[in-house]
């Protein structure tokens, strides 16, 4: 189910092909190997040359797996994360539909900020991303929630928790403003590019993938006609970003 579109360059992709084609010559080189029609040759290290090639070949696709793995670790933190979940929502929110990044807003008690608030047919959401983490524990009423990856473990308030304090303070907005009934929701995402974030939180956590952004989101604003005064709740929230 893991989507990597847009996880890796052009230039990676061409050196990953690079690496690709470097193996294909290694084992012409060294005598053939044909899988398929099981004929084995012996391998031609007989010269201090052939011996040259052979470990030229290997280091040359470690190095490109190993400037990928380099470049994605590079991208797994929290500002790539909102640049990545704000571009996907923008393209899968429909239209009308609107996202803002790293919005502040100006709210009954005070500022609060959030990664991405996005406006479209259903209501408002309020986004949290995470950019590393590829097992997450919590429960949705928990104080903390937990993130892992192979080398570290972080201890991290539930966002939820000020999702949805955010959320009630934007309906107390609208419903001073006279718009009644409007859906304001937490979303929580996890964009980890190494691989799809296994997520361990429980019914209501309101959370999903980068991975599985789309479908998920689908599922939850799977509506055809806007259910609100849109221009109007746009108009206040854009307000309330000033």
């Not at 990664?115 to 590393?132: A, E, H, N, P, Q």
């Not at 956590?205 to 709740?233: C, I, P, R």
Request: overall charge positive; some cysteine; glycine content about 8%.
């Amino acid at each position: 189910m893991t989507d990597n579109k847009g996880i890796l360059p052009d230039g990676f992709k061409k050196r990953l092909s690079v690496a690709a084609s470097a193996n294909v010559r290694l084992i012409e080189y060294l005598g053939g190997y044909n899988m398929f029609g099981g004929n084995f040759q012996t391998w031609k290290l007989h010269s201090a040359q052939d011996y040259f090639m052979f470990f030229a070949y290997i280091l040359a696709g470690v190095l490109v797996f190993w400037l990928i793995a380099k470049h994605m670790n590079k991208q797994r933190n929290h500002e790539k994360a909102v640049e990545k979940v704000s571009g996907r929502l923008k393209k899968i929110c429909g239209k009308p539909g609107e996202v803002l990044k790293n919005a502040t807003l100006n709210l009954p008690e005070g500022k609060m900020t959030f990664d991405v608030v996005l406006m479209d047919k259903r209501g408002v959401y309020l986004v949290r991303t995470y950019g590393w983490g590829i097992k997450i524990y919590g429960t949705p009423d928990g104080a903390m929630w937990r993130r892992e990856d192979a080398k570290r473990k972080e201890e991290f308030e539930n966002p939820l928790l000020e999702l949805k304090k955010g959320a009630a303070e934007i309906t107390k907005v609208m419903e001073e403003n006279g718009v009644q009934s409007l859906k304001v929701m937490p979303m929580v995402v996890f964009a980890d590019n190494f691989q799809t974030p296994e997520l361990y939180l429980g019914y209501g956590s309101f959370s999903t993938t980068y991975q599985e952004l789309k479908s998920w989101y689908k599922k939850q604003s799977g509506v055809k006609e806007v259910q609100y005064d849109y221009d109007k709740v746009s108009s206040i929230i854009k307000e309330l970003a000033k």
